[in-house]
């Protein structure tokens, strides 16, 4: 159990972490320019404050006396502000929340990056060396939003070079994020629903049909943070779900998208994801546990029946 700082516990991924991480018996403080409802919960405290504000920032990170951090709060979204802007805001937070959180004295520090760093998209082409991707395939970044994420997991190696392994850090990059209402049928981060992304495979190619659900994020970053002290520093995890968002194995799909990738691709059989999530099965013993053909057939009303 620890004291744990998660910014942006208000977004998408913070609240179902934050609530995860206190259902698990941690103590958390929220720093998130907002405060949201769904986080007025036992072992939960919520501070209001604009991060890019490097001394408020310092000093709410000193005053929540806390042993750990987990940092999301961020532009989240690509292109959904200039890139300029995005990369202004998402570099200067990795520098003040993350290296604030080393001023503090805090010895185990977490910062989201995002599967984006490896270039997938690209308008002029990509193609990976192998598939499924892992945390040894090359890093290309294309646009501000990918790029601020491989400068947050820099600034990890950066300020690990500093203070050695006195203090412990890791980066993740979860794949694209479900909360638990969008298996009912509320709006996924793009806006279109889960069904949707299912029934036409377009809508999924752009993150390669990856996902995780938020509560596995969870359950990653509470084993995570458990196993930090025993575990090679500055480490970097993919976190995804065992599966494809996709009805069709990805052997077939992933060529549609991604022109030229049918070799590359053809081991990609049955279920199978684009993402390993190995490495966190590997150092850290996690697996996901949700996948989205019992979620959805789970899930309330409002959600897509099963072919
Ligand atoms: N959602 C995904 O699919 C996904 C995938 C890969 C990586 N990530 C990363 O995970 C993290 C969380 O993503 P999310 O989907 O929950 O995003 P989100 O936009 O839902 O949440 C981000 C939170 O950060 C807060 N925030 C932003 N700027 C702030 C500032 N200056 N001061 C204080 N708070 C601020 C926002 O208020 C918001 O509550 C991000 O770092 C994102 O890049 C998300």
Known sequence: MSRVVVTGGSG????????????AGHEVVSLDRVRTAALDVDGVEQVAIDLTDADATAAALASARADALIHLAAIA?????????????N???????????????MTRIVAASSPT??????????LPDALPLDEDSP???????????????????MLHRRTGDDVRYASF????????????GAPT???????ERLADPALAAPSLFNYVDARDVASFADRLLEALPEIPNAEVFFVG????????????????FVPGADDLASGLTGTAPAFSSAKAARVLGWRPSRRWRTELAAAPTGARQLP
């Open 12 to 23: 998408r991924l913070g609240r179902n972490l934050v609530a995860g991480l206190a259902a």
């Open 77 to 89: 979204v690509p292109f959904s502000a200039p890139e300029d802007v995005i990369m202004r805001t």
């Open 91 to 105: 570099a200067a937070l990795a520098v003040s929340v993350l290296g604030g959180a080393v001023d503090a004295g």
């Open 117 to 126: 760093v490896l270039g997938y998209g690209n308008p002029s082409g990509w």
């Open 139 to 157: 890093t290309r970044p294309w646009n501000a939003y990918a790029l601020s994420k491989l400068l947050i997991e820099q600034t990890v190696a």
């Open 173 to 184: 990059r979860p794949c694209f994020v479900i909360a638990p209402e969008e298996w009912g």
């Open 189 to 195: 981060q793009q806006g279109h629903t889960v069904a």
């Open 241 to 256: 779900a065992d599966d494809a968002l996709a009805e069709a194995p990805l052997a077939d799909l992933l060529p549609r």
